[in-house]
Structure formats: C-alpha cells, structure tokens
C-alpha cells in the first residue's frame, strides 16, 4: 500500500530541512553552553555568541544539504519567535508610565528610525541597512534587527547588515549599561526619570536590566517598564518600515502583512487578560513559562541560522560607514530623551 501524498511530501519536506535544524541547534546549544564559561573575561549573551560561532561555520553551512533548515530557521522560525516575545508584555505596566512618559519614548523612537534611514542615505548605503540599524537601536537590539529583517527587501549583502547591526548594538548596549548610570547622577536625575533615561535608550532588554537594579530597585523597576513599553511598539514599527521600504522601492511589491506582529499585539492582550481570570491563570502561568523559554530557544536557533549565513569575507568589507550609522542612532536616542528629561524635569 501507498503513502499517502500528503505524508510523502511531508516526510520529504521533515528530512530536507532537517541538516540545517541540526547544525542551527548544534551551534545554539554551544552558544548556552560557552557564554556563561567566557562571562567573567567577556560578559557577551548567548545570543551573540551563536551569531559569531555561526559565521565562523560558514563554510560548513554552505554546503546545499543545510540551506533548507537554515532559510526555515531565519525566516518563519524567527517570525513566531517574535510574535511570542508579547507573552513578556503587560499593557497596564505600560499605562503606568504615564501620557508625558510614553510620548518621549515614541518621539526618541520615531527620530532614531529616521535617522537610521538618513544616515544610510548621507553614507550611500542600502536603506535596508539603514533600517535595521534605526529598529535595532529603537526598539529592543537584536530582537528587533530580526524582525526588522523580515520586511527588509533582500539586497546585496543583506545577511552582512543584519550580523553587523546585532553585534554593534549588542556592543553599545554593553557600554551604555556602563556609562548612562553615572549620566544620570550627573545630570541630578532621581530614580524615576534615571529609570527612563535607561529604559529608553539602552538597545537590549539584559543590559536595561543590569543597569536599572545595579542602581536600585525602583529604577530597576521603571527602567524595565520602560523598555517593555518599547518592544511594545514593535509592532507598529515593523509595519512602517515595511510601508516605507516598498514606497521607497520603485515597482516595489505590496506591503506584507505581518501576520507575526498582529500575533505579538495579540499575545500582550492576552498577556494582560489571563492572569486576572481565577479559572485559567495558574495552568496561563505554566503555559506562559513554557512558551517563554521557547522564545528564548527559537530567538537562539534562528540567530544560529543567521549567522551561519554570513560570510565572515562580507563582515570584514564593512566599513567606517556602517559604524557610524548605528553610533549616530545611538547618540540621536539618547540626545532626545535627555533633553525631554531635562525640560520636563
């Protein structure tokens, strides 16, 4: 007996991306295993470890064999990865910031993105590059430069971009945790205003962390809310890119619907409404737990796959130019929410 169609397709769809799965998850497990073993001399996350094991590998990842399980991982792997990330997002600790709060953010984050796309164009590089650049130091690092990526147009040297810019903010970020807490105090911020400085302009959700309660708990507190609120926003700028970049591409396609972000936007509802309902919240709280962790592991597995998809030939070809970019979107967030600080202080 036969088969059946839809099984044979399948089966034969299950071993073909299966290599490229493997060799993703083998560097992803190497990634957890090494980042806590190197923390004391290089406090580097696991997730960029993967990225720098995978593009060490490219010429592993190369072979025919691997490309399918590594286009599932940085494509459709990713996008749920980030739809989940709403599972960490409550809305009412983003109303307890308050109206004047929430508007410096979004303003701060609307300038950087612009900025991004300036930036590129002022240097003559791809306006991709320009928004993954703006996104990644908006809205949440490397997470976001992900998402982003999926309604970036492919262009030449795209993979390239991508690595560039999570490495880059993941860098900055380190050095920000560092010096914005001593800014603050110069600057005769109190705890709720440092909390916003942090929050609002450190790239990556670790390094908000780790400065917020290095200072104290409150500011730990506000800090956190603070960038939660901004991968909040995700969402919304995820869908202008994708707007944008079609608009600015001549004969462009439609704008794709990302399905994902809806799902995230989705899930913070849901987030939000499950733990206050008695009959459902403590089998939510397993679920959430669960679903949490897996976010942590697809984000992982699909970094892995990036990396592995960059040529360390392409990295190396990156100049002074891509540098800058991000620097100046960093500078630009920071510069904005000070001076919103300031006067409204």
């Keep these: 007996m036969s088969m059946p169609l839809s099984r044979t397709t399948g089966l034969a769809a299950a071993r073909a991306v299966a290599p490229g799965l493997a060799l993703a998850g083998a560097v992803a497990v190497a990634a957890v295993a090494l980042a806590p073993l190197i923390a004391p001399v290089a406090p580097i996350p696991a997730m960029v470890v993967a990225l720098l094991i995978g593009i060490a590998l490219n010429r592993v990842a190369a072979r025919p064999a691997f490309q399918p399980g590594l286009v599932l991982s940085v494509k459709t792997i990713l996008r749920w990865a980030v739809a989940l990330l709403g599972l960490r997002i409550g809305l009412g600790d983003i109303a307890a910031l308050g109206l004047w709060s929430a508007v410096l953010v979004v303003v701060a984050m609307a300038a950087t993105v612009v900025t991004g796309f300036l930036c590129a164009g002022a240097f003559g590089l791809a306006r991709g590059f320009g928004a993954l650049a703006g996104a990644g130091t908006a809205v949440c690092g490397a997470s976001a430069t992900l998402a982003t990526a999926t309604v970036v147009p492919a262009y030449p040297g795209r993979e390239a971009d991508i690595a560039f810019v999570v490495v880059a903010v993941n860098a900055l970020s380190t050095v920000a945790m560092v010096v914005y807490p001593p800014l603050a105090t110069a600057l005769g911020f109190d705890p709720q205003a440092t909390g916003i400085l942090l929050g609002g302009t450190i790239h990556d959700v670790a390094q908000v ?14 800090a956190v809310i603070v960038k939660l609120f901004r991968v909040f926003l995700l969402l919304p700028v995820i869908v202008a890119i994708g707007w944008w970049m079609v608009k600015a591409t001549p004969g462009g396609a439609k704008a794709p619907v990302p399905v994902f972000a809806l799902a995230f936007l989705a899930l913070c509802v849901v987030n939000t409404v499950a733990p206050g309902v008695p009959a459902i919240a403590p089998l939510y709280g397993v679920a959430k737990d669960l679903l949490v962790g897996l976010t942590t592991a697809m984000l992982l597995l699909a970094i892995a796959a990036l990396g592995l998809g960059t040529s360390l030939a ?8 891509h540098l800058v970019t991000v620097c100046v979107t960093t500078v630009v967030i920071l510069a904005v929410v000070t001076a919103g600080l300031l006067l409204l202080g």
Excluded: D, F, H, I
Aim: no cysteine.
């Design 209 to 222: 962390v780790g400065a917020g309660y290095a200072v104290s708990e409150p500011v730990g507190n506000t």
């Design 314 to 321: 392409a990295m190396k070809m990156l100049g002074w130019r």
